[in-house]
């Protein structure tokens, strides 16, 4: 089916599951029913843990389709190096960073609006991925994001452990 093919609800996003990804495109799902009965708004799927190279392409695709977004919230523990702030499209947007460890990024668009997205590991396969991206968008979810990963196998990877605990390196 292609878009055309639904009927389109002013306000809401196409749902492009079926679309190949090029390169360069943000990878992205939003839940597509104005109730946003779900636990979560949306996945993301950055390549990379370098926010500066994923998060300008994130911000440009939401700002496209729901206005300026003026802050983000970040898990620390998810991202090599976090600023307080970056410029995308001419405009600043404040980062907020915590170290929660919960899987999420959270959009503010305006002052009060906001939308929690599940960020889907950089490592994830795409059959894993996209069915954590389409979980998370289902607006009868009450998984939380951490739930969702490991129930679809995008969890973070652990490296092997030799008997005493020790991290094992492969030389």
Not at 56 to 83: C, F, K, N, S
Not at 141 to 159: F, K, V, Y
Request: glycine residues 8%.
């Amino acid at each position: 089916m292609t878009e055309s093919d639904h009927s389109r609800v002013p306000g809401l996003l196409p749902d492009a599951i079926h679309r190949a990804a090029k390169p360069g495109t943000v990878l992205l799902r939003l839940e597509t029913t104005p109730s946003r009965e779900g636990n979560l708004d949306g996945a993301w799927w950055p390549r990379s843990r370098d926010i500066g190279a994923e998060l300008p392409g994130l911000i440009h695709v939401l700002t496209g389709h729901l206005g300026p977004i003026t802050r983000v919230g970040l898990d620390t523990t998810a991202w090599d190096e976090l600023p307080t702030r970056l410029v995308i499209d001419d405009r600043v947007v404040h980062i907020d960073s915590f170290p929660v460890g919960d899987n999420t990024v959270l959009i503010t668009r305006g002052d009060q609006d906001h939308f929690s997205l599940l960020v889907v590991p950089p490592h994830s396969t795409p059959d894993a991925a996209h069915a954590a991206m389409a979980r998370a968008v289902r607006p009868d979810n009450i998984s939380p994001a951490a739930q969702i990963l490991m129930d679809t196998g995008t969890g973070e990877r652990h490296e092997p452990h030799d008997e005493e605990g020790d991290e094992k390196i492969e030389q």
